[in-house]
């Protein structure tokens, strides 16, 4: 073996293995975001210590996955989409991360509200964390499949995500005016319907950084080329 080919060689096993952390790291931000509505439905409290576990080895990966990125970019001068691919694995990650908060966010606020009383909305929340978690989901598959198209459905399924928002904060608003004595468990709800929000719009993001990766399109000021 040349030492032009086995330069080659490490170089693709760097980034198969950059891609592998990815996905892991996904699906663990995934599961620990669905744990963390779930024990908002449930109130399962041992669901709680589960999301709390899930964010340390999500927190591990995002540092391990960032090192690996740099060192690709120190030793192997990647150039063209492979430069593009490592850089949207800085962005992907960093927002995987942000899942992980939004999803301890998600359980901590669950423990201190009275269900009973809010029954009705914490069952649409669960609805609306769905599709949140579907748009992950697929955002991640997108990342898999270097998959553009999933960008401009994933935009149309944000904005279901923030009419659902929109219209559960003006419900538990109005129940606060109505229930003073539900402003507590109504606010932390209200928080949790925010950061089931912001879950949806990390899975936009990733989504987006594929657009870049393929294309060299930046999306965040709605740039998508007509292949996408």
């Known amino acids: 073996m040349t030492l032009n080919e086995h330069t080659v060689r490490a170089f693709d096993a760097d980034i198969a293995g950059m891609r592998r952390a990815v996905v892991e790291m996904g699906a663990l931000a995934e ?62 990650i960093n927002d995987l991360e942000r899942v992980g908060d939004e999803a301890k966010k998600i359980a901590l606020k669950g423990r201190s509200i009275d269900a009973s009383v809010l029954s009705e909305q914490i069952g649409r929340i669960g609805g609306m964390a769905a599709q949140a978690g579907e748009m992950l989901t697929r955002a991640i598959d997108a990342f898999v499949r270097h998959d553009t198209r999933v960008a401009r459905q994933l935009g149309a399924c944000d904005d279901s995500v923030d009419d659902l928002r929109d219209t559960l904060v003006d419900e538990l608003t109005a129940r606060m005016r109505a229930e003073p004595t539900r402003v507590a468990s109504a606010l932390e709800l209200i928080l949790i319907v925010q950061s089931i929000e912001r879950v949806a719009d990390h899975a936009e993001n990733v989504a987006e950084y594929v657009v870049n990766v393929v294309h060299g399109v930046d999306m965040r000021h709605g740039n998508l080329p007509a292949a996408a």
């Open 31 to 92: 599961r620990q975001f669905r744990r963390a509505v779930e024990s908002v439905v449930t109130g399962d409290a041992a669901l709680v210590e589960q999301v709390l576990a899930d964010e340390r080895v999500v927190n591990a990966l995002h540092l391990q996955i960032d090192d690996l990125c740099n060192r690709i970019i120190a030793l192997r001068q990647p150039i063209a989409i492979d430069l593009r691919e490592v850089i949207g694995v800085i962005h992907t």
